[in-house]
């Protein structure tokens, strides 16, 4: 391996890349043994790489040229892929994807947590490798990203409108998307409908920099059970226009069940403190899973990956192993998916989250399938979850945490190994701080079960259970 360098940038000559690490980048070596991390390779790769950064412990670069192309390798299928951010991993055949993944949570559980694990469970893969997601996102933009061969080409660019996504790390740059391979039809269609018909009816598409234009964002979800819910959300509040696109929106796909917008002016396009108004249809779709209907609206979290979320709701409630008879606690409960899964099997379950509209969600979600043994609260986890709070609710037999991807606050831990529970079950979106609080718990409890679950084919991202039992 020979380095090249100027004051600039160094040039490192036939790096092997010998691993996948964290957020979606690979990793070779410097001849002075500090690590590289790789935006652009895979695994097995022989390549020239220029540095991008440079830092005391490490390095960051792209490879500039390929003299060994690594058998992991698979052709990505989506034309976009390379400059959205989306799907870092399209390049890596499947197999090797959840090798990658398994062996982050197995390293993050027991190099940041020092933990004992017990035989591993392999990572349950997902049967859709493509078109999984039913929720996707889309931003409006009347300064779209520019390839290389446009900005060199000697071409007047006239059309500059774009709708698709944000490129990684620029906030006012879209990248018109043509084809996405995340969501099922007709989310291709409508977008590309919702574009054109803009387009041919003079509606200016938005520019965050000077703060005008019609058109700002578009949602999408869908559900397994083909229900389909559509928000356009627009800057100006110009009635004739947003509905001549309605209108049109709801004759073109008569399949859409909600077709709702907003006028947001704000400075960001966040749509939790604003009014959602149902344009057309219902203000709301339904998820089925077991026979249980989940009211999803607008501003609703739910699962993004309704067939795998279904599975990783399974093996959760497998490791609580509940009879029936046991009073269950569920943090970070969100809509109450997770309580009133397992609450069959058990004799109670009470549900606590931050956001009231979720516990809102719950509440109704448990009127509407019926169930009588669940509660839930709205709160700060580590305000709410204190010994009043168990004194007026119980004293849980199993707790099940399910928190965001920064885990769970320390005040929680310590309550939780206050109430000592004779199981946990802990579901995570980030095994590094999941390592982190289990590494709290372990004088207390032991490890008995760890099953990763991918939930986002063609990414980095990875989710993990771990059943925790009293020592």
Known sequence: MRRKSNKTKTIFENVTVVDAGAKGKTIGKAPDGRVIFLNNTVPGDVVDVQTTKKRKAYFEGTATKFHTLSDKRVTPVCQHFGTCGGCKWQDMGYDHQLFYKQKEVENNLIRIGHLDLPEITPILGSKKQYFYRNKMEFSFSDSRWLSLEEINSDAEIKDRNALGFHIPGMWDKIL???????????????????????????????????????????????????????????????????????????????????????????????????????????????????????????????????????????????????????????????????????????????????????IEDAKANAVYNEIENTSFFAGDMKNIFNEEFIRENGTPDIIITDPPRDGMHKDVVAQILAISPQKVVYVSCNSATQARDLELMKDDYKITKTQAVDMFPQTHHVENVVLLEKR
């Open 176 to 358: 018109d998307i043509e084809k996405c391979h995340l969501q099922e039809d007709p989310s291709n269609a409508i977008r590309l409908e919702t574009k054109d018909f803009a387009l041919k009816n003079d509606m200016s598409f938005f520019n965050p920099r000077n703060q005008h234009g019609l058109l700002r964002t578009m949602m999408i979800r869908t559900t397994s059970t083909g229900e389909i819910m559509v928000l356009v959300q627009f800057f100006e509040n110009d009635k004739t226009k947003r509905e001549l696109l309605l209108n049109h929106l709801q004759l073109k796909f008569p399949e859409i069940t909600a077709l709702l917008y907003v006028v947001n002016a704000k400075q960001n396009d966040t749509i939790y403190d604003q009014e959602i108004i149902c344009f057309a249809g219902r203000d709301h779709i339904f998820e089925e899973m077991e026979g249980l209907k989940f009211k999803i609206n607008a501003k609703s979290f739910y699962q993004t990956n309704s067939d795998q979320a279904f599975e990783l709701y399974k093996i959760t409630r497998d490791f609580a192993g509940l009879t029936g008879n046991e009073l269950v606690y569920d943090l970070y409960t969100g809509t109450g998916t997770i309580a009133q899964f397992v609450a069959k099997k058990a004799k109670k379950v009470v549900g606590i989250e931050a956001v009231p509209e979720a």
